[in-house]
C-alpha cells in the first residue's frame, strides 16, 4: 500500500516560474524524504524533513511539514530545464528498514 | 563517490527464462533493497537485505528471490521469467540508521 500520494501526478511549467508538489501520507511518521528521478535512472535523495520541523531549506528547495494534516509540499523556486524530473515523496515504517515512496509527481519545465 | 552499479541497464529475456540481475554497491553498506517501478504504481519493495546472507519479503516477493553472499553484493532472481515482470528494477543502500538510500541507474527488464 501507498504511504505517500503525491499531487499533482503531473506539472508543467516555463523555466523561471515556481513549482509546487504535495504528499500527503496516511499513517505517523518519524520524517519524510524527497526524491527525484530523471527519466530513465535511479532515485537521488533531495531533503529529509523530521516529524518536529516545519519547515527545511536546502538551495531552491523548500520543504513544509503539516503532520497535523499528514501533509508535505516540496516547491522548488526559480525552476530550470534541468529541473525535469520525477519527484517522489517517501516515508520510513515503523520498524526503519524499509522506505515506501509514493507515486511520483512529473514536472516538466519548458526553457 | 558513492556508487552502486546494476548489471545491465537493458535486458530481453523469454518468459520460463531465469533471470538474474546483479547490484554491486562500494560504500560498505549493510542494508540493501530491490525495487520495482511500473508507471503510476511508484516504487514497489520486492526484497530488502539488512546484512550478509540475511534477507526480507518486501510487499511483492512473489516470482522473485534474492541472494546476499557478500556485503557488496545483491542478487536478483527471476526464477521464471513472466511477461507481468516486465518492468524497471532498481536496487538501492544504505547504512543502518540512516534515513537516505542510494540507488543505482536501474535494469529495464523486457519479458517476451
Known amino acids: 500500500s501507498q504511504q505517500g500520494e503525491e499531487d499533482p501526478q503531473a506539472l508543467s511549467i516555463q523555466e523561471g516560474e515556481n513549482a509546487t508538489m504535495n504528499c500527503s501520507y496516511k499513517t505517523s511518521i ?44 516540496l516547491l522548488i523556486t526559480a525552476s530550470r530545464a534541468a529541473d525535469t524530473a520525477s519527484y517522489f515523496c517517501a516515508t ?7 522506505t515506501i515512496f509514493g507515486a511520483g509527481t512529473r514536472l516538466f519545465v519548458k526553457a | ?27 560498505d ?6 525495487y520495482r517501478q511500473d508507471p503510476g504504481l511508484g516504487l514497489r519493495l520486492i526484497y530488502f537485505s539488512y546484512d550478509v546472507k540475511m ?21 536478483l532472481i527471476l526464477e521464471s521469467a513472466s511477461t507481468n ?11 543502518p540508521g540512516a534515513h537516505e538510500q542510494y540507488f543505482g541507474p536501474g535494469t529495464r527488464l523486457t519479458v517476451t
Open chain 1, 30 to 73: 518519524n520524517n519524510l524524504q524527497w526524491y527525484r528521478q530523471n527519466s530513465g535512472r535511479g532515485l537521488v535523495h533531495l531533503i529529509l524533513i523530521r516529524s518536529n520541523e516545519r519547515e527545511k531549506h536546502s538551495g531552491r528547495l523548500r520543504v513544509t511539514l503539516d503532520t497535523s494534516k499528514k501533509s508535505s509540499s
Open chain 2, 29 to 34: 553498506h549493510e542494508n540493501m533493497f530491490w
Open chain 2, 1 to 27: 563517490d558513492v556508487k552502486v552499479t546494476q548489471s545491465s541497464r537493458y535486458l530481453v529475456k523469454r518468459t520460463g527464462e531465469k533471470v538474474f540481475l546483479e547490484c554491486v554497491q562500494d560504500m
Open chain 2, 55 to 75: 534477507k526480507e519479503k518486501g510487499d511483492i516477493p512473489e516470482g522473485y528471490s534474492v541472494s546476499r553472499e557478500k556485503k557488496e553484493r545483491f542478487s
Open chain 2, 85 to 95: 515482470q516486465t518492468s524497471m528494477y532498481l536496487c538501492a543502500s544504505k547504512r
Open chain 1, 92 to 98: 520510513d515504517d515503523t520498524g526503519g528498514f524499509k
